[in-house]
T-cell receptor
């Protein structure tokens, strides 16, 4: 079957680092996306991995291992505005995205 | 450049009523998608379109119909609304490969069916 798993919630302190893991088992794989979604708003694009390895974008980095069906999103120097839900999504045929349920990150002062 | 827009933003329906949600994009994207988002379940694909005049079923298509008569618009219809269709509906669009490969989402439509 098809499955995308990520933790439900994570809490971290302002200035700290948080790593959100995502494991997937899907019938097709053409890349993996991470989106950020603040409450009541639309998802916004954070990163895209299609090859194995680490992609770095400022305070955010994303890693992919296709052989292990595993990705993580690393958020560094956490800020209060990073409190949001983070969505892992696998890209299949025709660009269709299959999403995990999302990880709610709570940043505390 | 407005990106992806959705109308309406909010709607309350009674069971059995019908309505149409409109998604419009001004990025000349080929692909468009309709998702629903429910608590604890993530976004699920309802229908999608790979070009003007074409549509296809996604993961949860039952109870919905779609049309893509113009490239910039993708309509989602509910013929006879049911309480199980209470959800937040997001439209997304995507260009061809390369830098346009990302899906860009509209602001969402919050639908309640009583």
């Amino acid at each position: 079957g098809q499955n995308i798993d990520q933790p439900t919630e994570m809490t971290a302190t302002e200035g700290a680092i948080v790593q959100i893991n995502c494991t997937y088992q899907t019938s097709g794989f053409n890349g993996l996306f991470w989106y950020q979604q603040h409450a009541g708003e639309a998802p916004t694009f954070l990163s895209y991995n299609v090859l194995d390895g680490l992609e770095e974008k400022g305070r955010f980095s994303s890693f992919l291992s296709r052989s292990k069906g595993y990705s993580y999103l690393l958020l560094k120097e956490l800020q209060m505005k990073d409190s949001a839900s983070y969505l892992c999504a696998v890209k299949g045929s025709w660009g269709k995205l299959q999403f995990g349920a999302g990880t709610q990150v709570v940043v505390t002062p | 450049n407005a990106g992806v827009t959705q109308t309406p933003k909010f709607r309350v329906l009674k069971t059995g009523q019908s309505m149409t949600l409109l998604c419009a994009q001004d990025m000349n994207h080929e692909y468009m998608y309709w998702y629903r988002q429910d608590p604890g379940m993530g976004l699920r694909l309802i229908h999608y379109s790979v070009g003007e005049g074409t549509t296809a079923k996604g993961e949860v298509p039952d109870g919905y119909n779609v049309s893509r008569l113009k490239k910039q618009n993708f309509l989602l219809g509910l013929e006879s609304a049911a309480p199980s269709q209470t959800s937040v509906y997001f439209c997304a669009s995507r260009g061809l490969a390369g830098t346009q490969d990302t899906q860009y989402f509209g602001p969402g439509t919050r639908l309640t069916v009583l």
